[in-house]
């Protein structure tokens, strides 16, 4: 059921999407315009969205017929086993977001990073130390590109 409610959320999306990049301005001497790109990745969008949704409710009408059926909670142990890295990791992306505006865009960066790589990845202490190496080549690379080529400010808290 979930994978139909996300199917009508991203047809809602391609729909918005189109809409909106009819608005972009045209040029006259080409077909195309700054909006065509827009416009093909949204109706890319919305089929396959549409075909999610008909798989999935074709599944549901299947297994409807077949078998007891599980209790919230066994359905919520489920979904959590199978959906759990997916979960984790979604959590430590809203703290990031959250730190950034009190530590910082390099330490929180750095930090998340390694707690994301830990999570997904192996916990071995050569992989650990990997993981941190890339994470500090990485955030402190983006971070000078960023400020000092294209003068684009990052969120500064009180380490940097």
């Given at each position: 059921?979930?994978?139909?409610?996300?199917?009508?959320?991203?047809?809602?999306?391609g729909?918005?999407?189109?809409?909106?990049?009819?608005?972009?301005?045209a040029?006259?001497?080409v077909?195309?315009?700054?909006?065509?790109?827009?416009?093909?990745?949204?109706?890319l969008?919305?089929?396959?969205?549409?075909?999610?949704?008909?798989?999935?409710?074709?599944e549901?009408?299947?297994?409807?017929?077949t078998?007891?059926?599980?209790s919230?909670?066994?359905k919520?142990r489920?979904?959590?086993?199978?959906?759990?890295?997916?979960?984790?990791?979604?959590?430590?992306?809203?703290?990031?977001?959250?730190?950034?505006?009190f530590?910082?865009?390099?330490?929180?960066?750095?930090?998340f990073?390694?707690?994301?790589g830990?999570?997904?990845?192996?916990?071995?202490?050569?992989?650990?130390?990997?993981?941190?190496?890339?994470?500090?080549?990485?955030t402190?690379?983006?971070?000078?590109f960023?400020?000092?080529v294209?003068?684009?400010?990052?969120?500064?808290?009180?380490?940097?």
């Amino acid at each position: 059921m979930g994978e139909i409610l996300i199917g009508l959320a991203l047809i809602a999306l391609g729909l918005v999407i189109y809409f909106q990049s009819t608005d972009f301005p045209a040029l006259n001497e080409v077909h195309l315009d700054a909006g065509s790109f827009p416009q093909l990745v949204a109706v890319l969008l919305i089929l396959l969205s549409l075909l999610l949704i008909i798989k999935k409710g074709l599944e549901l009408l299947r297994s409807k017929s077949t078998g007891p059926r599980p209790s919230a909670s066994e359905k919520f142990r489920e979904f959590y086993v199978e959906y759990r890295l997916v979960i984790l990791t979604l959590a430590v992306f809203l703290l990031y977001i959250f730190s950034m505006q009190f530590i910082g865009f390099v330490v929180s960066t750095i930090i998340f990073i390694i707690f994301t790589g830990l999570l997904v990845g192996s916990r071995a202490k050569k992989d650990i130390i990997v993981i941190t190496i890339v994470s500090v080549a990485i955030t402190l690379g983006t971070y000078f590109f960023f400020e000092n080529v294209l003068n684009v400010r990052f969120p500064s808290g009180i380490f940097f």
